[in-house]
């Protein structure tokens, strides 16, 4: 569900959405949602305890970063953003981490149950590139719609998002 929020509010703030941006976007968090799970089900109970405590915060300071870039650009004057801005190699290595990082604990909990990585990684990752696609389309033609606020609100997305992950985590929901 994160993948599918940061896809549709990325799509939001976008001017348009191309089909190599929503492919791009949802190989990169398909791809991290293969790997993250099997790098957890790897750690076993050996290293997952270097991350477990703090992986929430990661996730939340990539979001606030990302999202507060885009408050910071539109109010600087761009109606909408340029794909190629918000897609940078380095903003969906944000993106994509940021979305992922909790499968590692998915991961880890197969693994302390012995199931066998591969089938789940790879059904997490198709699922995950299915709906990142979707909701980019989706999330660009809602912010049609809005027009000039739309980045606004796509960053206030990403930065609520980051909350919510650190908030349900602190909460332990």
Partial sequence: MDALSVA????????????RHASRMAA??????VFMPIAGWLAGATIIWLIASYDH???????????????????NGEEKLEASKVLSNANLL??????SIDAVAVGLSLYCEQV?????????????????????HLGNRIGSFIGR??????????????????ITHLLGL
């Fill in 8 to 19: 549709a509010a990325t799509g939001f703030s976008l001017k348009t959405v191309r089909f």
């Fill in 28 to 33: 990169s968090f398909g791809v991290f949602h």
């Fill in 57 to 75: 915060w990661v996730a939340f300071l990539l979001l606030i970063f990302v999202g507060g870039r885009m408050i910071y650009e539109a109010l």
């Fill in 94 to 99: 944000l993106f994509s981490v940021a979305v």
């Fill in 116 to 136: 066998p990585i591969l089938f789940p990684a790879v059904i997490m990752g198709v699922v995950t590139s299915v709906i990142t696609f979707l909701g980019m």
């Fill in 149 to 166: 606020g739309a980045p606004l609100v796509g960053g206030t997305i990403l930065i609520a998002i980051g909350l919510r992950i650190v």
